[in-house]
């Protein structure tokens, strides 16, 4: 029986290693790479468009992705960013079967239709994504524009189906705002104060 045990620690023992090694040693840059261009290529079926100056990735207990030069278009708005950090919570997401995962932003704005420019110094946000969630927590957005909340989105559809973000602005860019209130549940809360909600 004590040899049977043994041989099942041994044998235990060995996958583990191979599997860290294999962990250690898988190519990084190359896979985030390749997830990155198939991203921009679904953003391309819908109707976007998504691209970085550069991409990279390294291993470890959390893997860690870097995307410098950061750039999302849609026919709505725009979205640039220096430099976006991602780290993935591998163990969350075998439990949650999604991608889970920690973004920390750089630098960046957001043009939106008009022509109305906000940007923010830094940022923060946790991410599940999967076949049918794409779920935005704990979002800490600081600068001009300021926000903080969450919200889903159903990626089949890319609609909106939860939303608790508050939102600041310079008072200035109020009817930029209020030029969203016929796409989002956006509500003026005082000068330069937004919410949106969406139970």
């Known amino acids: 029986m004590m040899k049977a045990l043994r041989f099942l620690l041994l044998v235990f023992s060995l996958l583990i290693g191979v599997a860290a090694g294999l962990w250690a040693f898988f190519p990084w840059d190359q896979a985030v790479q390749?997830?990155?261009?198939?991203?921009?290529?679904?953003?391309?079926?819908?109707?976007?468009?998504?691209?970085?100056?550069?991409?990279?990735?390294?291993?470890?207990?959390?893997?860690?992705?870097?995307?410098?030069?950061?750039?999302?278009?849609?026919?709505?708005?725009?979205?640039?960013?220096?430099?976006?950090?991602?780290?993935?919570?591998?163990?969350?997401?075998?439990?949650?079967?999604?991608?889970v995962m920690d973004l920390s932003l750089g630098a960046?704005?957001?043009?939106?239709?008009?022509?109305?420019?906000?940007?923010?110094?830094?940022?923060?946000?946790?991410?599940?994504?999967?076949?049918?969630?794409?779920?935005?927590?704990?979002?800490?957005?600081?600068?001009?524009?300021?926000v903080k909340g969450g919200f889903s989105i159903d990626p089949s559809t890319s609609r909106l189906t939860g939303a608790a973000l508050d939102i600041s602005v310079p008072a200035e860019m109020d009817s930029a705002l209020a030029g969203l209130q016929a796409l989002l549940p956006i509500r003026k809360e005082g000068e330069g104060q937004w919410k949106v909600e969406r139970p």
């Open 34 to 99: 390749v997830a990155f261009d198939e991203a921009a290529r679904e953003a391309g079926r819908r109707g976007g468009e998504l691209s970085a100056l550069e991409i990279s990735g390294s291993g470890g207990m959390k893997p860690l992705f870097r995307a410098r030069g950061l750039s999302m278009r849609h026919s709505l708005l725009t979205v640039n960013a220096a430099l976006v950090e991602a780290r993935l919570s591998p163990f969350k997401s075998l439990l949650a079967r999604s991608l």
């Open 108 to 146: 960046g704005d957001l043009l939106l239709l008009q022509g109305h420019r906000l940007s923010w110094r830094d940022g923060f946000l946790h991410l599940a994504a999967g076949p049918g969630t794409f779920d935005v927590s704990r979002l800490d957005m600081t600068g001009d524009l300021t």
